[in-house]
């Protein structure tokens, strides 16, 4: 019963953060039309903004997701997202079965 936990959890992480992960972009403020003013993706650019003297650095954190709140996630970006969310959720599956 282990395995097949373990196996169930990983999937059902990878799939599920592949698809919460532009709902959460968009709740923080990373939105298809740009930033929402008052939002925490606004927060964190003008911090960045501040941090680079009014500019906000090409590759950076802010600018990749926002890139990813307009466009969406690319390739490489959707397999990290489930690589992260399928390991995440494997490690607890497999706990939870050691646990019960």
């Known amino acids: 019963m282990g ?3 373990v196996a169930a959890a990983t999937a ?4 599920g953060a592949v698809v919460a992960a532009p709902v959460v972009l968009g709740a923080i403020g990373f939105t298809s039309v740009g930033i929402a003013a008052g939002s925490m993706a606004a927060s964190m650019m003008s911090s960045a ?3 680079n003297g009014g500019g906000i650095a090409v590759g950076s954190t802010v600018a ?4 990813a709140g307009m466009a ?3 390739t490489a970006a959707t397999a990290g997202v489930a690589t992260a969310g399928g390991t995440i959720a494997g490690a607890l599956g497999g706990l939870a079965a050691l646990i019960i």
């Open 64 to 67: 990749v997701l926002q890139s």
């Open 3 to 5: 395995l097949l936990t």
């Open 49 to 51: 903004a501040i941090a």
């Open 12 to 15: 059902l992480g990878a799939g």
């Open 72 to 74: 969406g996630l690319g």
